[in-house]
Every structure is written in structure tokens, then in C-alpha cells.
């Protein structure tokens, strides 16, 4: 099952990629004023949908990607659970047409159709809306891709609406199914609509876990070179911090709301199970919490340890003008040049034949007495370290 749904198509170049990667996690589609509700906007660099419908029961599977949402229509009023994945949403006739499949209300289409949208729960007599944030890791930036996640669940069936065919993590939940572990198989719609948003929540864990790793090394460089890098990358963990504690607030409220508020759709047995979602919801919303904190304390320690750098360097220059002040008084008495034929107070020194050698022997004691009162008093030691890096 986890084979088949990987086998998808690859984004169009590197370009866009990376566009996906750097897009801002709660970029908004704004509806111009005066327009009508249930309105659909596309993404012009949206990926073509594929449908992915997988039904099962106790005894059965069914495991098919099928072209059109009409398709399905046959396994909608089984008593099996029918799972219809759409991934990608670059084709606004096949909305339409997934609309007319399944009766959905036309702000059901604008609420999970337009990007952007803040998780929450619309419940619909008949059908019940959740609009979730998922977030999965990306090593390779330590960081991670963000998309937004619309469940509708009905009776008998869930239909899942994902941005983009690239990333998700459902993996775990497909292979359950696959393999008949666990009690999926044996309960309905609405706890496979629990076992996703199980895995949208679990999926925080491993993105925080990255961004513990980050804060940890940037704690130790904060402390042993800090560096304009340094500062940039403190601000941007705080900023994406700030997007995931934005994603799962509300998202916690939505799960606290399933909980709290009855449905007809959602059984006593699954509302037991969605209390250890939203336990898992509250650690996430608590870890997101520490490292933002964390961050705010490692700008902190930078601004502390810059401050600290320059005393120090600011000290070593002091000390060295210190230094060089008297012996510069001493040049510049010598450098003023009085004839000595007319008075022998104007500087007999000038004549002496030792003179030259007695004025630098001068400056020298100048100079180390200086250097010597100066390490005595210990001024020295944490100057010289900082020279040094």
C-alpha cells in the first residue's frame, strides 16, 4: 500500500522544490472584497490530483487509484470503510466534480480547497470538516515542509484532501491497514479519522526533535564563537517556532472541540481514544513552548557574550594605549629640540653621549613596570585570550 502511494509523480523541476520548501508556512489566499463565498482559488503551481480510494472491513481490502472522483461513488454507502485520498489540488474541475460526488456544501469546498485556512472543526449534520496543519521533517535544511490537511468525514467513508503528493505521514497508518494490525480494520470511519489526526500530531515530534539538535549545537557556539551566522540562525529557529506554535494551538483547540462537542459521527469508544491525541497535542504545544524560550535565551547569551568579547578587546586596546602613553610623552619631550648653547637648562641631555640609549632604557622600565602593574592586577590574562581567538 505504502509502495503505491509513493509511486507518484515528481515535482516539475528543482526550482519549484525549493520554492515548496521555502514557502511560508502560513502563507494566506485572500479573497478580493465582494467576492462570493465558496469561491475556490488554485495555486497556479499547484500538482495535478491523485486519487487514491481504499476501502476495507474485518475480511476485505481494496486498494485502487482511481482517475475520477465518480469512481467511488459505488463504495460510499457500503457498510466498509472508505478511504478517498486526494493529493494535489491543481485541477479545479476535478474539485467540482469531488464536490457533486460528495455532497459537499460549497464552503466545505472554499473552507478545504484555499490554502491557508487556521485548523479547526465545521460539523455538517451529515458530514463533519476538519481542517489540520501537518508538518514533516526535512533534514537536509533542519527544518521542515508544512501543508495543510482537510478531512471530511461521512457514515461510512473519510475523504482526505492534501496540498501535495510529496510529503505526508500516513505511511504508518496505511500500513496498518495493509497488514490488519491493530483494531482499524474492525471499526469505522470515524476512527481512521482519529488515526490520521494521531499521526498529523505525532508528526510534530520528530520536526522538534530537529530543532532540538539546532538549539543544542547553537547553544555551544553562542558560547565559543559567536558570529552574525550565529544571531541569523537563532532568529530564524525563533520565526519557524513561532509557525508551528501558530499550527498547533488551534490545532489542539479543534481536538479539545471533538472531545468536548457530540457528534453523531464520532462514537463514545473513538472520543476515548482522541483524549490521548489531544494529551499528545498538549506535550507538542509544551516543547514548542521550552524551545521558544530556549531561543529567547540564546539571544540573550549572544547579545551577553558579544557585549563581553568587546570589553574584553576594548581592554586589551586600552591596556596597550596605556602603555605607549607615557613613552610617547617621553618622544615628545626629546622631539622638541632646545639648543642647548644657550642655557644648560635646555635639555642637557642632548649632549650626552649615553643619551640615546639611556632615553630607550628609560621607556623600557616605563613600559614593563606598566605591563608588570597591569598582570599583577590581573588584566592581562583575559585579554590576551581574546587576541588569541
Known amino acids: 500500500m505504502a509502495k503505491k502511494h509513493r509511486q507518484l509523480p515528481k515535482l516539475i523541476n528543482k526550482v519549484i522544490n525549493q520554492e515548496k520548501v521555502n514557502k511560508p508556512f502560513d502563507q494566506t489566499y485572500y479573497h478580493e472584497p465582494g467576492t462570493v463565498p465558496g469561491t475556490i482559488i488554485i495555486d497556479e503551481n499547484a500538482e495535478q490530483p491523485n486519487i487514491f480510494l481504499v476501502d476495507y472491513n474485518q475480511t476485505s481490502l481494496t486498494?485502487?487509484?482511481?482517475?475520477?472522483?465518480?469512481?467511488?461513488?459505488n463504495y460510499l454507502d457500503t457498510e466498509s470503510v472508505s478511504w478517498v485520498d486526494v493529493q494535489g489540488l491543481?485541477?479545479?474541475?476535478?474539485?467540482h466534480r469531488l464536490?457533486?460526488?460528495?455532497?459537499l456544501h460549497p464552503l466545505i469546498l472554499e473552507d478545504v480547497f484555499n490554502m491557508g485556512e487556521r485548523p479547526k472543526i465545521e460539523d455538517y449534520e451529515d458530514?463533519?470538516?476538519?481542517?489540520?496543519?501537518?508538518?514533516?521533517?526535512?533534514?537536509?535544511?533542519?527544518?521542515?515542509?508544512?501543508?495543510?490537511?482537510?478531512?471530511v468525514l461521512g457514515r461510512h467513508y473519510l475523504l482526505t484532501i492534501q496540498e501535495e503528493p510529496e510529503h505526508d505521514c500516513f505511511d504508518?497508518?496505511?500500513?496498518?491497514?495493509?497488514?490488519?494490525?491493530?483494531?482499524?480494520?474492525?471499526?469505522?470511519?470515524?476512527?481512521?479519522?482519529?488515526?490520521?489526526?494521531?499521526?498529523?500530531?505525532d508528526g510534530f515530534f520528530p520536526v522538534l526533535e530537529l530543532y532540538g539538535e539546532r538549539i543544542a549545537e547553537l547553544e555551544e557556539e553562542v558560547i565559543v564563537s559567536p558570529n552574525p551566522q550565529t544571531l541569523k540562525q537563532i532568529y530564524q529557529i525563533r520565526r519557524e517556532l513561532l509557525q508551528l506554535r501558530r499550527a498547533i494551538?488551534?490545532?489542539?483547540?479543534?481536538?479539545?472541540?471533538l472531545i468536548r462537542d457530540s457528534s453523531k459521527l464520532i462514537s463514545e469508544e473513538v472520543r476515548i481514544y482522541l483524549r490521548d491525541c489531544y494529551d499528545h497535542a498538549v506535550q507538542v504545544m509544551d516543547m514548542v513552548e521550552t524551545y521558544r524560550e530556549l531561543a529567547s535565551?540564546?539571544?540573550?547569551?549572544?547579545?551577553?557574550?558579544?557585549?563581553?568579547?568587546?570589553?574584553?578587546?576594548?581592554?586589551?586596546?586600552?591596556?596597550?594605549?596605556?602603555?605607549?602613553?607615557?613613552?610617547?610623552?617621553?618622544?615628545?619631550?626629546?622631539?622638541?629640540?632646545?639648543?642647548?648653547?644657550?642655557?644648560?637648562?635646555?635639555?642637557?641631555?642632548?649632549?650626552?653621549?649615553?643619551g640615546y640609549l639611556l632615553c630607550l632604557g628609560l621607556m623600557a622600565v616605563i613600559a614593563g613596570g606598566l605591563i608588570f602593574f597591569f598582570w599583577r592586577r590581573g588584566w592581562l590574562d583575559n585579554s590576551f585570550e581574546i587576541n588569541q581567538k
Open 99 to 103: 464536490g457533486q460526488t460528495f455532497d
Open 249 to 257: 494551538w488551534p490545532q489542539r483547540d479543534a481536538i479539545n472541540s
Open 172 to 201: 504508518s497508518v496505511r500500513m496498518r491497514i495493509d497488514r490488519g494490525k491493530g483494531i482499524i480494520r474492525r471499526q469505522g470511519s470515524d476512527y481512521l479519522a482519529y488515526s490520521l489526526l494521531d499521526a498529523i500530531i
Open 297 to 354: 535565551g540564546l539571544m540573550d547569551v549572544y547579545l551577553s557574550a558579544v557585549s563581553n568579547k568587546m570589553n574584553e578587546i576594548m581592554k586589551l586596546l586600552t591596556v596597550v594605549s596605556s602603555i605607549f602613553i607615557p613613552l610617547t610623552f617621553v618622544a615628545g619631550i626629546y622631539g622638541m629640540n632646545f639648543n642647548t648653547e644657550k642655557s644648560p637648562y635646555n635639555m642637557p641631555e642632548l649632549n650626552w653621549y649615553w
Open 90 to 95: 491543481g485541477n479545479k474541475e476535478i474539485i
Open 63 to 73: 486498494q485502487t487509484q482511481i482517475k475520477y472522483p465518480e469512481e467511488c461513488s
Open 127 to 151: 458530514q463533519l470538516v476538519i481542517i489540520a496543519r501537518m508538518v514533516v521533517p526535512n533534514p537536509n535544511h533542519g527544518s521542515f515542509y508544512s501543508e495543510q490537511v482537510s478531512l
